[in-house]
Each structure stands twice: as C-alpha cells, then as structure tokens.
C-alpha cells in the first residue's frame, strides 16, 4: 500500500503548481520589489487627454482594436456566455438607479465600494482590494465604471476599470442580489440618493 503522506504531498505539489500555472499576471499577489517591475508602472504624471465619458463612447463603439478583439471572442462563444459582454465591454444599466463614470488613480479605486443592505447584513459592492492587484502600480491611471440598482427587493450592479493608458480591462465584474426579511430592511430612497451623491461626485 503506498504511502499516504507521499501521495498526500503529491496531491498538494501537483494542485499548487496547476493554479500557479492559471494564475493571472494582473492579479498576482506578488509583491513587486521595485516600481519597475510593475506589470502596469505609475503613469500619475502622464497627460492623457481622453476623458472618462470619451472613453466610455469609444469602448461602446469599439473604436479600439483591444475591443474589437473582445468583441469577436465573445460572439463566438455561447448565447449564455455572451450575456457577460456588457461587463467585458462596459455597458451601463438602462435602469440603475447610480451610474459611476470616473478617471482617478488605482489608489482611489477602494473608496468607491457601495454599501447595501440586504434585508440580513451590511454587504459591500464591488468590494475591490488593491492588495488583490499588486503587479499595477497604486498611482496608475484608471477609468471607473460602476453602474448598479438598489431597491427594496434587489440589488443588481456591474463595474469594470481599464487601463487610462493601454485601454485594457483590469478588473470587472457583476452581481445579482435579492433582498431577505424584507419587513427588517432599512432601505430608503432618499439616503440611498445622498449617500450616492456623496460617494460619486465629482472630486
């Protein structure tokens, strides 16, 4: 019978070499040892002329190649997988109640996290940890997009931010929330509204 601890430390090499090998270089958690070893460098002092909103036409009209290639990958995968167009390639939600444009440092990105109430507990979207993205320099230029809709019943939002420099997308996603015990939700319109003025606008 073979040795249990050899196959249990087998197991365990094998797993940890395997999700090295899927790990993504954008999210890395290896901590650069110099600046210059930032996959994406600081570009605080770099002028780049296009503003957030000029971007955000630009992706939806696929002005730029690095789209054009997102665009053709999605729609040859499956009609479920193409739903996640919108996220890769940023698309504001016709009916949110907060949509987000802003073209800050990756450093500032941790301040715009949205606190909801899910009816139970305090939850935080998109919930975004610059640790998680430590092969982009903290003073890196980035476009926000966050756009998201927060009602008694639900809360539904997707966000994404790309590189201000190389238009890439360096993180994104979406999520769909239904609200529990709703006679214990303390949700109200009218906060929700100043909170949100408060958190987004224009610094």
Do not use: W
């Not at 249990?8 to 890395?28: C, E, H, Q």
């Not at 990105?109 to 975004?128: A, H, M, S």
């Amino acid at each position: 019978m073979k040795n249990p601890f050899l196959i249990s430390s087998f197991v365990f090499i094998f797993l940890f070499s395997f999700s090295m090998y899927l790990g993504s270089p954008v999210y890395s958690q290896t901590t650069p040892s110099d600046k210059n070893e930032y996959l994406h460098p600081a570009n605080k002092e770099k002028v780049i002329d296009e503003t957030v909103d000029e971007f955000y036409l630009a992706l939806r009209d696929l002005k730029y190649p690095i789209h054009q290639e997102v665009f053709q990958r999605y729609k040859q995968k499956s009609k479920q997988q193409q739903r996640h167009l919108d996220t890769a390639l940023f698309k504001e939600m016709p009916d949110a109640s907060v949509n987000v444009r802003k073209k800050i440092l990756f450093n500032e990105v941790e301040k715009l996290n949205y606190i909801t109430f899910d009816g139970n507990i305090l939850r935080t979207y998109p919930n975004i940890d610059i640790n998680y993205h430590q092969t982009v320099s903290p003073d890196r230029q980035v476009y926000f997009f966050y756009s998201f809709k927060d009602t008694e019943k639900e809360f539904k939002g997707n966000y994404a931010i790309y590189d201000v420099e190389t238009k890439e997308m360096m993180a994104g996603g979406s999520t769909y929330m239904p609200k529990l015990n709703l006679t214990m939700n303390t949700y109200d319109k009218e906060s929700l509204e100043k909170v949100a003025k408060g958190m987004y606008s224009s610094s």
